[in-house]
């Protein structure tokens, strides 16, 4: 059968539909690269689907590549996170695992609080091999007996912390008890790590291939655990099918930097008030001559590694002009005038803009919207009861009971309640400012239906259609698809 690693990457890729017939032919994760073109073929018939499958298939291997680097870049170095990960590309990316260790009987008598249950013993007999980890022949090597690789032996760090740890300890027991983790004791396993990757470093920056590392020790320790459960990485194909990374281990560390930044241990330094955003290019050259490579983005948008090139060389002189100048531009003309931002990737040359501009500024949204998500869930419920109006009401309802459901939901749920915290007031209103701030589609069909009618509608205003957020899923809960409207392009 096809793990749960499996179904969520199909689920994140746009390929939902596959989940049965991968779990028909029996690939789980552990053969997932063995797939050769025939077996594609048979098993994703569409050509489009195919593609898709396996372009993602790709840069998930280009994520797991990328610990393999992080670790033979620091060979020389004393990190003690690097772990050894093997990724031939004939053998499995990721192996599943059996008994990493043996069954306790006894351990010291502790006692485990918030997160997770309480579990008492009363030996206090000295366990000190304890969960000893076995031999293993998996392509990860960083179990204390797993075999001296040519680069050298890594321990396994999180099963040797957890048996250090008292609260580890009692996790371990429990899943030995159990053959599981309950949601608890998951969120506690997290507490923990992200505890040891922060203790010397509290604004240490975490990238996606320790998150990654992380999560296969995990596994590792956990047979039965899936390392979805605790990272997804982000997932970006084109303009028709981007995630955001997610998952328990991602959450935790996200939550406990914004305690960090509360409490003062991290400090943030602002940009003074009287600072403008055009301060950082006062020191630039004005008489730089870029013109060249701007005549080449107002006509080229291939290949993309000249786009970004020339990009980044005419940003001062592009930015000046902009944020220098007193007639607004606005963003359909400037789409015109630079092609490559049409293209799929071309959002990320807006945000290089950006975080120049406001470098302190470019992780705001994710940083400090968690902070204000409960508050405007909580306001939503209060507006639901003074709502006249049973559709609005019922849309906000649905919207308040899924947000239960994940943590991604309900963040996508808070950003579908802010046009009701605002004027306008009367019901016409309110259906406007939802739909204008992000449109919901049950269907991929309804798509062009829906921005046809939108576009006749401004017309007979005399107005252009804006920037418009589309997100299109049976409910907040199943969202397919995401997309974002600029000038006729996705």
Same mark, same amino acid.
């Given at each position: ?5 499996v179904?969520d990457m199909?689920?994140?890729?746009g390929?939902e539909?596959y989940? /049965?017939?991968?779990?028909e &032919?029996? +690939?789980?994760i ?5 797939l ?8 994703i018939?569409?050509i489009? &689907? ?6 993602n ?13 992080e670790?033979f870049?620091?060979? @020389?170095s004393?990190d003690?996170h690097? +772990? ?7 053998l ?11 069954e ?6 502790v006692?485990?609080?918030s997160?997770c %249950?309480?579990?008492?013993?009363t030996s206090?007999?000295?366990?000190s091999?304890l ?10 090597? $960083?179990?204390e007996?797993?075999?001296t690789?040519? =680069?050298?032996?890594?321990?396994c760090?999180?099963?040797n ?11 371990l027991?429990i899943?030995t ?7 608890? @004791?998951?969120?506690k396993?997290?507490?923990? +790590?992200?505890?040891k990757?922060?203790?010397?470093d ?7 291939e ?5 999560s296969?020790?995990?596994v590792e =320790?956990?047979p039965?655990?899936h390392?979805?459960?605790y ?7 084109g ?8 998952g328990?281990?991602?959450?935790c ?5 914004r305690?960090y930044k509360?409490?003062?241990?991290? =400090?943030?330094?602002r940009?003074?008030?009287?600072e @403008?955003?055009?301060?950082s ?8 001559n870029v013109?060249?490579e701007?005549?080449?983005l107002?006509n080229s948008s ?7 090139? $020339?990009?980044?060389?005419?940003? /001062?002189k592009?930015?000046k002009s ?6 607004? %531009?606005?963003?359909s ?8 931002l049409?293209?799929p990737?071309g959002?990320k040359?807006?945000?290089? /803009? ?6 302190v500024?470019?992780?705001?949204l994710?940083?400090? #919207? ?14 639901s009861?003074?709502?006249?109006d049973?559709?609005?009401?019922c849309?906000?309802?649905?919207y308040l009971?899924l947000?239960q459901?994940?943590e991604?939901?309900?963040?996508l ?8 915290? #605002?004027?306008?007031v ?7 400012a939802?739909?204008? #701030? *992000?449109? &919901?589609l049950?269907? &991929?069909?309804e798509l062009h239906?829906n *921005?046809t009618?939108?576009?006749e509608?401004?017309?007979q205003?005399?107005v252009t259609?804006?920037?418009?957020i ?5 409910? +907040?809960? %199943?969202?397919?698809q995401?997309f974002v409207? =600029?000038?006729?392009?996705?």
């Amino acid at each position: 059968m096809a793990d749960q690693d499996v179904t969520d990457m199909l689920m994140a890729w746009g390929l939902e539909t596959y989940v /049965d017939i991968f779990k028909e &032919h029996g +690939i789980d994760i552990s053969c997932l690269t063995l797939l050769t073109d025939e077996m594609m073929k048979e098993i994703i018939p569409m050509i489009g &689907h195919r593609a898709k499958f396996k372009i993602n298939l790709e840069e998930w291997r280009k994520v797991i590549t990328l610990v393999n680097n992080e670790y033979f870049n620091n060979t @020389g170095s004393t990190d003690s996170h690097a +772990i050894i990960i093997d990724i031939p590309t004939t053998l499995p990316v990721l192996p599943t695992y059996n008994t990493p260790y043996r069954e306790v009987t006894e351990v010291p008598s502790v006692q485990v609080v918030s997160n997770c %249950e309480s579990v008492s013993h009363t030996s206090n007999s000295e366990v000190s091999d304890l969960f000893e980890c076995e031999p293993s022949t998996s392509s990860l090597q $960083y179990c204390e007996k797993a075999t001296t690789s040519a =680069v050298g032996e890594k321990p396994c760090d999180l099963l040797n912390y957890l048996k250090k740890n008292t609260e580890g300890k009692a996790l371990l027991s429990i899943y030995t008890k159990l053959g599981l983790l309950d949601n608890s @004791g998951r969120g506690k396993l997290c507490q923990l +790590i992200v505890r040891k990757e922060l203790q010397d470093d509290p604004d240490k920056s975490i990238k996606t291939e320790r998150l990654l590392a992380l999560s296969q020790e995990i596994v590792e =320790v956990f047979p039965k655990e899936h390392i979805s459960t605790y990272f997804i990485p982000y997932v970006n194909y084109g303009a028709l099918m981007k995630k955001a990374a997610k998952g328990k281990l991602l959450d935790c560390f996200n939550n406990r930097r914004r305690e960090y930044k509360k409490t003062g241990i991290i =400090v943030t330094t602002r940009r003074s008030p009287t600072e @403008g955003p055009l301060s950082s290019y006062q020191t630039t050259k004005d008489n730089e001559n870029v013109d060249d490579e701007l005549e080449w983005l107002n006509n080229s948008s291939d290949p993309w590694s000249l786009v970004e090139k $020339y990009w980044a060389i005419t940003r /001062d002189k592009r930015l000046k002009s902009i944020l220098g100048s007193n007639v607004k %531009e606005e963003l359909s003309d400037y789409m015109k005038k630079f092609p490559a931002l049409k293209k799929p990737s071309g959002y990320k040359l807006l945000i290089e /803009d950006f975080n120049s501009i406001y470098p302190v500024q470019k992780d705001g949204l994710f940083e400090y #919207f968690p902070l204000f998500k409960d508050k405007i869930l909580n306001f939503g419920k209060n507006i639901s009861k003074t709502l006249k109006d049973s559709t609005l009401k019922c849309i906000i309802d649905e919207y308040l009971d899924l947000a239960q459901q994940s943590e991604e939901t309900s963040t996508l749920a808070a950003f579908l309640i802010l046009p009701f915290l #605002f004027f306008p007031v009367t019901t016409k209103r309110k259906k406007e400012a939802k739909d204008g #701030f *992000i449109t &919901h589609l049950q269907s &991929h069909s309804e798509l062009h239906e829906n *921005i046809t009618r939108r576009k006749e509608n401004y017309a007979q205003l005399g107005v252009t259609l804006q920037p418009l957020i589309i997100i299109v899923g049976p409910n +907040i809960n %199943e969202i397919l698809q995401y997309f974002v409207l =600029v000038d006729g392009t996705y």
